[in-house]
T-cell receptor, first 111, second 114 residues
């Protein structure tokens, strides 16, 4: 969607390797979020950020870390990928009291 | 986080109005009611949000009960492109400790029949 991009769009990686997904925004929004979506579970919040270097855990944060060193970028890292982390990952941004804008998603497969 | 309850699925005929209900009996006085939809193979898309008064935009209308314990998303004329999963979510205001995060439920899958 306009103002938010995710990269890569698709990735296949091996179990045990580190993986970093990037979310980039051009809206200068304060809030950024990482969700994962799996069949039967809907969207689940992994981590979120409410400012540069200000992050917090969501519902399913185990095995994930995040970093936000500047307003426009929010990185999600899988320290050692596992098959259970095969999923579609969505980044979202939000200004204060406005709706969220979601990215197009990253489809990650861990083999 | 306050919870919402939605029917798992609904059906509609094309070009007819659709009323998607949402119950949120534990809503706090400052929670905003947000609606999103997710089309197949896409990320969620913002539809509408409101606090107390009914809201209209180009996509839909949001009718909020006077006691705010329920709301209804209204699609005035459903099209085949409106077939999606619709999520009703409560968002706490900034500064409340929730930092505006959205917690998604299972949503309502809307089927639109030609």
């Amino acid at each position: 969607d306009a103002g938010i991009t995710q990269s890569p769009r698709h990735k296949v990686t091996e179990t045990g390797t580190p993986v970093t997904l990037r979310c980039h925004q051009t809206e200068n929004h304060r809030y950024m979020y990482w969700y994962r979506q799996d069949p039967g579970h809907g969207l689940r919040l992994i981590h979120y950020s409410y400012g540069v270097k200000d992050t917090d855990k969501g519902e399913v944060s185990d095995g994930y870390s995040v970093s936000r060193s500047k307003t426009e970028d929010f990185l999600l890292t899988l320290e050692s990928a596992t098959s259970s982390q095969t999923s579609v990952y969505f980044c979202a941004i939000s200004g204060e009291r406005w709706g969220y804008t979601f990215g197009s998603g990253t489809r990650l497969t861990v083999v | 986080d306050a919870k919402t309850t939605q029917p798992n699925s609904m059906e509609s005929n094309e070009e007819e109005p659709v009323h998607l209900p949402c119950n949120h009996s534990t809503i706090s006085g400052t929670d905003y009611i947000h609606w999103y939809r997710q089309l197949p193979s896409q990320g969620p898309e913002y539809v509408i949000h409101g606090l107390t008064s009914n809201v209209n935009n180009r996509m839909a209308s949001l009718a909020i009960a006077e006691d705010r314990k329920s709301s209804t998303l209204i699609l005035h004329r459903a099209t085949l492109r409106d077939a999606a999963v619709y999520y009703c979510i409560l968002r706490a205001p900034d500064g409340s400790g929730n930092t505006g995060k959205l917690i998604f439920g299972q949503g309502t899958t809307l089927q639109v029949k030609p």
